[in-house]
């Protein structure tokens, strides 16, 4: 596999704990495809402590057979925050949020988006991305996907500070769940962009029942992560530990 040398360190952009299901410490491209500076990006949700991806209360079966409200996963309106002091470059709000996940309905419009990425490049990437901020710092832009609509409270040619708020967590674009898609690119436009490889500082990574403090890290498959130093979380997930995890 590629080896990430030399990533653009960054802190990380959600609090809380989370799990990459999709990250370039698994295989580059991360998502399959260089297109839309996508090389190194990553997918990060919100899980319990059952094991097998449960990110939401109910089980698998459920929510193959039925779906499941779009509120009701763990992720869905947690905060998105700037990874670093810089300017922001683009916002796009109002793309839709489907109230509900239907997992083959959202599969199928996934695959479709796929088969017609080309046109919808060419048209823009609100279809694909959804709802989504690209800031500029230094040397990278950063590329924030499938936000809640109408959560956004920048604005283009904002200056943000490192942690300042940059939107909620959602389901809007190519999104077959609540998730934060992140990746930093070497321009402000990921249609013409190229991916640069990014690791977080100051994280910590659960192994073997605790904590452990890493300097700088790029979570590998299903490593449950959190800052070091979180802000302020919601009371809704106890730490894996306390969850008996």
């Not at 002091?85 to 996934?110: K, M, Q, T």
Request: positive net charge; contains cysteine; aromatic residues 8%.
């Amino acid at each position: 596999m590629e080896k990430l040398a030399n990533p653009v360190v960054v802190d990380f952009p959600l609090q809380g704990e989370w799990i990459a299901p999709t990250t370039p410490a698994r295989r580059v491209p991360s998502h399959g495809t260089d297109m839309l500076g996508q090389r190194y990006a990553y997918d990060f949700f919100r899980v319990d402590a059952r094991g097998g991806g449960h990110f939401w209360p109910g089980g698998h079966l459920r929510w193959w057979l039925f779906g499941c409200p779009t509120r009701a996963a763990y992720c869905w309106n947690e905060t998105v925050h700037a990874p670093a002091a810089g300017r922001i470059i683009a916002v796009h709000d109002g793309v839709r949020e489907r109230r509900r996940l239907y997992p083959v309905l959202d599969i199928l419009r996934a695959l479709k988006n796929g088969l017609t990425l080309g046109g919808k490049i060419r048209e823009g990437i609100g279809d694909l991305a959804g709802n989504y901020v690209i800031m500029e710092s230094g040397s990278f832009h950063a590329f924030f996907a499938h936000l809640i609509p109408g959560s956004i409270p920048v604005v283009p040619g904002q200056k943000v500070a490192a942690g300042e708020l940059l939107g909620r967590v959602g389901h809007t674009g190519n999104s077959t769940a609540p998730h934060l898609h992140f990746q930093l690119m070497d321009g402000p436009d990921p249609r013409t962009a190229a991916g640069l490889p990014c690791a977080f500082r100051g994280l910590e990574v659960f192994r073997e029942g605790r904590w452990t403090p890493v300097a700088t890290h790029i979570p590998g498959m299903g490593e449950t992560v959190r800052p070091a130093a979180p802000r302020p979380t919601s009371a809704r997930r106890r730490s894996p530990e306390k969850r008996g995890r």
